[in-house]
């Protein structure tokens, strides 16, 4: 099995954990996300791996950030997290690549980078950051973050602090891929 393939599984038994410890049927999870009760049914059993816009529509009807979730399905206890220990999931219909850094501890905070390939683009709903607070920083390349009716244009260095939850859109308009940094800020 490749790590990819372990991802979308351990993504999909967390989503059915976080379904089911709440009492809710796939339908009710279908309705609160809006995401077709035929696609859950596919993530839960790891035959689809999700998109970020879906993950970003799940987590928000859990009252999580994407963030909390990924972090829930990829993360193992300790202080310490080497590199090529870090999970890595990729966006299978944009190739967004997202790495969370930080290890697993009791602090409100994740670390997470991105890298977000050339000319793509990826929407996430308002309710993914409903719970949460973030800073984005870009490490290299350049962001076209829209968020709500602005729309932040971001170079290497710039650094964001998101505003009330809205919905998003990331977008690489750049021919060359753009890394940055989220840390993110879990409400206590």
């Known amino acids: 099995m ?15 954990i976080e379904r089911e410890s709440r009492g809710w049927s796939l339908t009710e999870l279908a309705e609160r996300s809006t995401v077709s009760r ?7 059993r790891g035959e689809s791996s999700p998109t970020a816009t ?19 399905a990829e993360m193992q206890q300790g202080r310490f997290l080497r590199k090529g220990e870090q999970p890595v999931w990729v966006d299978p219909q944009t190739g967004y690549e997202r ?44 962001l076209i973050f829209v968020e ?13 602090e998101l505003g009330p939850p809205t919905d998003c859109v990331f977008k690489n308009e750049s021919g060359e891929p753009c890394t940055y940094a989220v840390l993110v800020l879990r409400n206590a």
Do not use: N
Not at 148 to 159: F, R, V, Y
């Open 2 to 16: 490749s790590q990819l393939d372990d991802i979308d599984r351990r993504i999909g038994a967390r989503i059915r």
């Open 38 to 44: 035929a696609m859950i049914h596919k993530i839960e």
């Open 54 to 72: 879906l993950l970003g529509k799940l987590s928000g009807a859990f009252s999580l950030s994407m963030s909390t979730l990924m972090a829930r």
């Open 99 to 142: 790495r969370h850094v930080s290890p697993k501890s009791d602090l409100p905070l994740d670390l997470v980078r991105i890298e977000l390939p050339a000319g793509a683009e990826v929407p996430m709903p308002g309710s993914a950051f409903a719970f949460i607070r973030q800073l984005i920083w870009v490490l290299e390349g350049r």
């Open 148 to 160: 709500g009716d602005a729309t932040h244009s971001m170079a290497a260095g710039d650094c964001l």
